[in-house]
C-alpha cells in the first residue's frame, strides 16, 4: 500500500504500535512508532494506540480491524458525532478461527458498513464485507501477503550442480 500511495503522490503516515512488529517496519520511511497502552477489563486485553494527537486534518484513517483497538472504537465515535475524519478498515473481516457466527464475529459485523472504505486481505474477506451490505464499489482487495514470485524464481534458477557442492561443502548427505 505505501508502495501505490508513492506512485500516487499521496502523502501517508504509518503509526505502528511498539511491539515485534518494528523490525519489519525497517524499510518504510514514513512511520511513526507509539507505545500501546494495555488496560485489562474483564480478564481481556484491550490495547489504546495514544496517537490521536497526530490524527488531526486527516483526509482518511486506515485502522486494522482489531475488536480489542480501543482507538478504532473513539475515532468511530469521534466521526459519529462530529462528522470528522473518515474511516478505512484494514484486515480480515472476520476471525476465522473461531465460528462465523461468534459473539466477536458478530460484533465486527455490526461496524462493517460503519467505514468509508474497506481494504480487505483476500476476495473472500471482500465478499463477506460485501455480504454484509458495504457497497463492493468501495472495497480494494489488498492481497496482504508476500509476493512469492521472485521466490520461486530464485529457487529454481539454483542448479543441481550448485546444490550438490554445496551439500559437500557443508557434509549434508
Given at each position: 500500500l505505501s508502495k501505490k500511495f508513492l506512485e500516487?503522490?499521496?502523502?501517508?503516515?504509518?503509526?505502528?504500535?511498539?511491539?515485534?512488529?518494528?523490525?519489519?517496519?525497517?524499510?518504510l520511511n514514513?512511520?511513526?512508532?507509539?507505545?500501546?497502552?494495555?488496560?485489562?477489563?474483564?480478564?481481556?486485553?484491550?490495547?489504546?494506540?495514544?496517537?490521536?494527537?497526530l490524527l488531526t486534518n486527516l483526509d482518511l484513517v486506515?485502522?486494522?480491524?482489531?475488536n480489542k483497538?480501543?482507538?478504532?472504537y473513539i475515532l468511530m465515535l469521534r466521526r459519529f458525532i462530529f462528522g470528522s475524519v473518515r474511516i478505512?478498515?484494514?484486515?480480515?473481516?472476520?476471525?476465522m478461527q473461531v465460528g462465523a457466527d461468534s459473539l466477536m464475529n458478530s460484533f465486527k459485523k455490526s461496524y462493517f458498513k460503519n467505514a468509508d472504505w474497506w481494504f480487505p486481505y483476500t476476495e473472500g474477506m471482500a465478499k463477506i464485507i460485501e455480504a454484509s451490505g458495504f457497497s463492493a464499489d468501495k472495497i480494494t482487495?489488498?492481497?496482504?501477503?508476500?509476493?512469492?514470485?521472485?521466490?520461486?524464481?530464485?529457487?529454481?534458477?539454483?542448479?543441481?550442480?550448485?546444490?550438490?557442492?554445496?551439500?559437500?561443502?557443508?557434509?549434508?548427505p
Amino acid at each position: 500500500l505505501s508502495k501505490k500511495f508513492l506512485e500516487e503522490n499521496i502523502e501517508f503516515q504509518l503509526i505502528v504500535g511498539e511491539n515485534r512488529t518494528q523490525d519489519s517496519m525497517s524499510s518504510l520511511n514514513n512511520f511513526v512508532i507509539k507505545k500501546n497502552k494495555c488496560i485489562y477489563f474483564f480478564g481481556k486485553e484491550l490495547i489504546y494506540q495514544p496517537c490521536l494527537s497526530l490524527l488531526t486534518n486527516l483526509d482518511l484513517v486506515i485502522l486494522p480491524l482489531g475488536n480489542k483497538l480501543l482507538l478504532n472504537y473513539i475515532l468511530m465515535l469521534r466521526r459519529f458525532i462530529f462528522g470528522s475524519v473518515r474511516i478505512a478498515l484494514w484486515g480480515h473481516a472476520l476471525n476465522m478461527q473461531v465460528g462465523a457466527d461468534s459473539l466477536m464475529n458478530s460484533f465486527k459485523k455490526s461496524y462493517f458498513k460503519n467505514a468509508d472504505w474497506w481494504f480487505p486481505y483476500t476476495e473472500g474477506m471482500a465478499k463477506i464485507i460485501e455480504a454484509s451490505g458495504f457497497s463492493a464499489d468501495k472495497i480494494t482487495t489488498v492481497y496482504n501477503t508476500a509476493d512469492t514470485d521472485e521466490l520461486i524464481s530464485l529457487t529454481n534458477s539454483i542448479s543441481n550442480e550448485y546444490m550438490e557442492s554445496v551439500r559437500k561443502k557443508l557434509n549434508i548427505p
